[in-house]
C-alpha cells in the first residue's frame, strides 16, 4: 500500500484522534485541536493515508513576522512499517519553506529517543531544554534546524508518496 501526503480534510479528525491515541500516552490533541488546525490560516496539518486511513500526520504552526515554523506535532503508526516519519518531517521543512521560513523549531520529550534520533538524523540541533514541559513532569528538549530555502527537500511529486518496507 502506498500512501500519498496530503492536506487533512474534516472527515480525517477520527483517524486523527485514535492515531494520537496510539502514539501518545499524555498530551495528545483534541478533535477540537485538530478542528482549529484545519481552520487555521496559521496552521499546515498534513496527513499521509489511503484508501481512507491515516498513517501518519505532521502539524506545523507559523507566526507572522517570523522567519520560524514550529512543527506543533508529528505522529505515525505503529503498523506503517518504518520510513514514514522521516517523510512527513521533509514535507513539513517543504511547507515551512513555502510559507517562506528559513528554520523549524520543535520540542520533543525528553524520554523519546526514537523522535530525537529521527530529528538529529534529519539535521535538527538541540537549541535548549523546557522543565516539566509535558503534562506528567517530562522535560522537553527543543530543536532548530536551519532551512535552505532554495533547496526543497521533496522534489518531484512522486516523492510524496510512501511505501511500507516489504516484510519477509
Known amino acids: 500500500m502506498s500512501a500519498e501526503i496530503r492536506p487533512a480534510q474534516t472527515s480525517d479528525i477520527d483517524a486523527l ?3 494520537e491515541k496510539i502514539a501518545f ?11 482549529r ?6 496552521a499546515s496539518l498534513l496527513v499521509a493515508g489511503a484508501h481512507g486511513s ?3 500526520y505532521c502539524a506545523v504552526l507559523y507566526r507572522a513576522g517570523s522567519a520560524r515554523a514550529r512543527l506543533y506535532s508529528l ?5 506503517s ?5 522521516r517523510v512527513l518531517l521533509s514535507v513539513c521543512e ?18 523519546n529517543p526514537r523522535a530525537i534520533a529521527l530529528y538529529e538524523r534529519n539535521g535538527y540541533r538541540p537549541i535548549g531544554t523546557w522543565l516539566g514541559y509535558y503534562a506528567d ?8 534546524k536551519t532551512l535552505d530555502a532554495s533547496l526543497p527537500t521533496a522534489k518531484r511529486d512522486d516523492e510524496l508518496r510512501w511505501e511500507p518496507p516489504r516484510r519477509e
Not at 75 to 79: I, R
Not at 137 to 144: D, Q, S, T
Request: net charge positive; charged share 25%; hydrophobic share 40%.
Open 17 to 19: 484522534a485514535a492515531l
Open 25 to 35: 500516552k499524555t498530551d495528545r490533541l483534541s478533535r477540537a485541536s485538530f478542528r
Open 37 to 42: 488546525l484545519l481552520s487555521s490560516p496559521t
Open 54 to 56: 491515516v498513517a501518519g
Open 75 to 79: 505522529a505515525v503508526s505503529p503498523a
Open 81 to 85: 512499517g518504518g520510513g514514514l516519519g
Open 94 to 111: 517543504d511547507a515551512a519553506r513555502a510559507r517562506g521560513c528559513r528554520a523549524v523549531r520543535l520540542e520533543v520529550r525528553q524520554d
Open 137 to 144: 513532569g517530562m522535560n522537553a528538549l527543543r530543536y532548530e
